[in-house]
């Protein structure tokens, strides 16, 4: 009788992990076979579904400029004093513009000499309160956005640049 209770107790031993397994691959084969049918679908609903991607896609394009963004670096950073303390403040700001096409990338080139004049007077203007806060910064940030929009208007007919990005900014 004790050998009956030990061979049915080592039965299920043996069964558990094969009842485990089995479960397991079970489990498996219905989640593979519900992604399956999840992923294949219908064919006409996935072309209905593939023509309303593309034309929200195309509605999407539409209002958002066709062309990627590039960054135009200045080749030098901006290297001034500040007053307005005890004692003066040297500020360098390197920046570089954010445009978009070819043909208004080589215009800004073109006219860095230009940017450079505009943006050193816009930068010469700002004051060590303003550029100590967050605010302060992206005020000038602005500023210099529309002294180097207003700069280029003249020669291009159209900004050109759509955002002046102070990529290093150091301030002792």
Do not use: C, W
Not at 124 to 134: F, H, R
């Amino acid at each position: 009788m004790a050998d009956e209770e030990t061979l049915t107790v080592e039965e299920q031993k043996k069964k558990s992990p094969l009842m485990l397994i089995i479960a397991v691959v079970v489990v498996l084969l219905l989640a593979g076979a519900g992604a399956f049918f999840f992923m294949s679908g219908d064919d006409n609903s996935s072309e209905s579904a593939e023509t309303t991607e593309s034309a929200s896609s195309s509605e999407q394009a539409a209002p958002m400029k066709q062309e990627m963004a590039s960054y135009v670096p200045l080749p030098r950073p901006f290297l001034f004093n500040l007053t307005g303390t005890k004692k003066a403040v040297l500020v360098q700001i390197k920046v570089q513009l954010q445009v978009r096409g070819a043909d208004v990338e080589s215009n800004v080139k073109k006219h860095i000499p230009l940017i450079e004049s505009a943006l050193l007077s816009t930068f010469s203007g700002a004051s060590v309160q303003k550029l100590s806060t967050q605010s302060g910064k992206d005020e000038l940030r602005q500023q210099a956005l529309l002294s180097v929009q207003n700069a280029l208007m003249p020669i291009m007919g159209k900004h050109g640049v759509e955002k002046v990005l102070f990529v290093g900014f150091v301030m002792q």
